[in-house]
């Protein structure tokens, strides 16, 4: 059975579509820790990062640093926080989170609620700050 991850990257359940190519997707999280946290996850459905393959995990943190640089120029944030957890779904995947200090990371902190607006807006602006980098 797909995971949910495979079925936004397959278009069957909507996504805020920040970033692609043939082996990455990078979308908005949409239970975000802070403004344009984003969730990039392999095309390849694999439970564990640490089960990836080593060339595709490489290019994944590579594809993940440009999805970061993006997030960066579009989202007003002193840095890029980067998460793995990998126990909500067994898909691999890196949370990027925009952060202006270390507590913005913290799991016990509310999520945002955010309306589709405002995903489309930010999703809009990293998505055009990937495509220009």
Request: net charge negative; proline share 5%.
């Amino acid at each position: 059975m797909a995971t949910i991850f495979s079925s936004i990257i397959a278009g069957e359940i909507p996504s805020y579509r920040i970033a692609e190519n043939d082996s990455f997707y990078a979308f908005l999280d949409i239970n975000p820790m802070t403004k344009g946290h984003t969730l990039v996850v392999p095309k390849k459905e694999t439970d564990y990062l640490f089960d990836l393959d080593d060339t595709l995990l490489a290019d994944m943190m590579v594809f993940a640093k440009k999805v970061a640089k993006a997030i960066e120029t579009a989202v007003p944030c002193k840095r890029v926080g980067v998460m793995v957890i990998g126990l909500e779904v067994p898909h691999a995947h890196i949370h990027l989170i925009p952060v202006k200090k270390e507590g913005d990371m913290s799991l016990s902190n509310q999520r945002l609620s955010l309306s589709k607006e405002e995903f489309e807006e930010i999703a809009g602006k990293i998505g055009s700050a990937f495509k220009s980098s």
